[in-house]
């Protein structure tokens, strides 16, 4: 499966933008970038998802370097509720039909 | 309303008995997943299914086992021969596109003692 390198952890204040990186160097053309994030205690929420272009929803963006071996997920204005795990996945014909987790960022927002 | 529901939201065993976890979608998703959550980690693979009567190992099959007679419906089952089965077990539902997203349940925290 390709791999995706994420902060162990990151912080944030609430109403400032949050930028989570993430890694993928060894993505291959037919792979999607996705990210989720979870709660304590809760299911995992999808939050984006992108192939090469940047993306836009009413959650994020998500801007994908032009190699796309990199990717950042933007929160515009953090807020309080935003504070949780961030995964970004692969998941496209290298992962066939697994869709599998890393460790994520823990995102902390401080009031 | 559309989703997947997971039950109970909690579940004790004793050691030595097999437990069985549901998962059911009402999405019209032919793909499914489990996975397992321990404190503090990422989410593990357990199984998954593409297709009704189908369905593969993930990473951590053993002591495990799975279902998949209806669409709507992946049941799993923890055995006795799963060495550490307390955890947070979630399942997920997603078309079978590449370009789709999964919804997850709420999870089933299962304690064996």
């Known amino acids: 499966d390709a791999k995706t390198t994420q902060p162990n952890s990151m912080e944030s204040n609430e109403e400032e933008p949050v930028h989570l990186p993430c890694n993928h160097s060894t993505i291959s053309g037919t792979d999607y970038i996705h990210w989720y994030r979870q709660l304590p205690s809760q299911g995992p929420e999808y939050v984006i998802h992108g192939l090469t272009s940047n993306v836009n929803n009413r959650m994020a963006s998500l801007a994908i370097a032009e190699d796309r071996k990199s990717s950042t997920l933007i929160l515009h204005r953090a807020t309080l509720r935003d504070a949780a795990v961030y995964y970004c996945?692969?998941?496209?014909?290298?992962?066939?039909?697994?869709?599998?987790f890393g460790e994520g960022t823990q995102l902390t927002v401080n009031p | 309303d559309g989703g997947i529901t997971q039950s109970p939201k909690y579940l004790f065993r004793k050691e030595g008995q097999n437990v069985t976890l549901s998962c059911e979608q009402n999405?019209?998703?032919?793909?499914m997943y489990w996975y397992r959550q321990d404190p503090g980690q990422g989410l593990r693979l357990i199984y998954y299914s593409q297709i009704v009567n189908d369905f593969q190992k993930g990473d951590i099959a053993e002591g495990y086992s799975v279902s998949r007679e209806k669409k709507e419906s992946f049941p799993l089952t923890v055995t006795s021969a799963q060495k550490n089965p307390t955890a947070f077990y979630l399942c997920a539902s997603s078309r079978r596109e590449l370009n789709t997203e999964a919804f997850f349940g709420q999870g089933t925290r299962l304690t064996v003692v």
């Open positions: 999405l019209n998703h032919d793909a």
């Open positions: 996945i692969l998941w496209g014909e290298t992962s066939g039909s697994r869709l599998t």
